[in-house]
């Protein structure tokens, strides 16, 4: 069965910190990879996304994630985080045969200003 | 484009009671999605329809839980009786418009249960 599983449920940084939040999959198959970002208050929103090509992907505010297919990973960086990065990030897969997308369990982030 | 609309936004209900939750996703979206988010994990799929047939309710706790997407637009979830560990926010989801087949959702607000 299709799982994810997010490494870190809390985590709390300085401003201008570097980040890595870790995802990792099981599932044989070909899958689309996402970040999603649900800042304090309000909807599930998506941060990045992969679907094939360049293993590097670069999402919106400074976000970016690699996709290492031999680790079955999708972690999340950026470079200095801000206060305003301050939320809960989703890792979430589909496989691309069934269009049902799983979601890890989340992290929450937490910058101190 | 519009979003996905959700109402209630807030709900409080005693154990054994029945809840129903509505969706209206984004205009001409064929495809509709019902998660569930219990505090502390990740959203987890109750029910996927696409127009009016559903295509997975695997998770779906069919003894309580019920949903039904009637002329393939709005969509309701219902609850009958409830149960304290039902206390979510329960989320509807359309794929971006062409995205059916990448997995990339645009979400609603949800609606928190509070099961007493």
């Known amino acids: 069965a299709q799982s994810v599983s997010q490494h870190n449920h809390h985590v709390i940084l300085s401003e201008a910190a570097s980040l890595e939040l870790g995802c990792n999959y099981s599932?044989?198959?070909?899958?689309?990879l996402f970040w999603y970002v649900q800042y304090p208050g309000q909807h599930l929103q998506l941060l990045l996304k992969?679907?094939?090509?360049?293993?590097l992907v670069k999402g919106i505010k400074g976000f970016e994630a690699e996709f290492i297919k031999s680790k079955f990973s999708f972690n999340l960086r950026k470079p200095s985080v801000q206060w305003s990065d301050t939320a809960e990030y989703f890792c979430?897969?589909?496989?691309?045969?069934?269009?049902?997308?799983?979601f890890g369990a989340g992290t929450r982030l937490f910058v101190k200003a | 484009e519009a979003g996905v609309a959700q109402s209630p936004r807030y709900k409080i209900i005693e154990k054994r009671q029945s809840v129903a939750f509505w969706c209206n996703p984004i205009s001409g979206h064929a495809t509709l999605y019902w998660y569930q988010q219990i505090l502390g994990q990740g959203p987890k799929l109750l029910i996927q329809f696409q127009n009016n047939g559903v295509v997975d309710d695997s998770q779906l706790p069919k003894d309580r839980f019920s949903a039904e997407r009637l002329k393939g637009v709005d969509s309701t979830l219902k609850i009958q009786p409830a149960k304290l560990e039902d206390s979510a926010v329960y989320l509807c989801?359309?794929?971006?418009?062409?995205?059916?087949?990448?997995?990339?959702?645009?979400f609603g607000e949800g609606s928190r249960l509070t099961v007493l």
């Open positions: 979430a897969v589909m496989n691309t045969g069934g269009f049902k997308t799983i």
């Open positions: 992969y679907f094939s090509g360049d293993p």
């Open positions: 599932y044989g198959g070909t899958v689309n």
């Open positions: 989801a359309s794929p971006r418009e062409g995205g059916l087949r990448t997995g990339e959702l645009f």
